[in-house]
């Protein structure tokens, strides 16, 4: 089993940074990939960023590429989604996903663990 707990986000003005960490314990970073979804009021939750434990390789949707980067720190079995130049339209509630069953996931049911999921709100 795995355990993943998000910290970061906040509320920050548009063109402002965040860090939002995940960290696993368990069985950590099993399966093939890791993720960050988010998801806002009255939408479905939407792929963010990924990266594939084969060679640590990262994708993004394009909607945040150039813009955020995806991490591991092995030393503190931690996954970090660092996010800049944030718009108001990046508000939501963002959620790590763990236990990808394949590279360059994108959608929900590709993943198997899940965090509790953290606010990001960004005012204009």
């Known amino acids: 089993q795995v355990h993943l707990e998000e910290s970061g986000g906040g509320l920050v003005q548009a063109g402002a940074s965040l860090r939002l960490s995940c960290a696993a314990s368990g069985r950590t970073f099993s399966g093939d990939a890791m993720g960050w979804f988010r998801q806002a009021p009255g939408k479905e939750r939407e792929f963010v960023a990924g990266?594939?434990?084969?060679?640590?390789?990262?994708y993004f949707a394009d909607s945040v590429k150039g813009r955020f980067t995806i991490s591991r720190d092995n030393a503190k079995n931690t996954v970090h989604l660092e996010m800049n130049s944030l718009k108001p339209e990046d508000t939501g509630v963002y959620y790590c996903?763990?236990?990808?069953?394949?590279?360059?996931?994108?959608?929900?049911?590709?993943?198997?663990?899940w965090g509790q999921g953290r606010q990001v709100t960004i005012s204009s």
């Open positions: 990266i594939n434990w084969s060679d640590l390789s990262t």
């Open positions: 996903a763990g236990g990808g069953r394949r590279s360059y996931g994108v959608r929900p049911d590709e993943f198997g663990y």
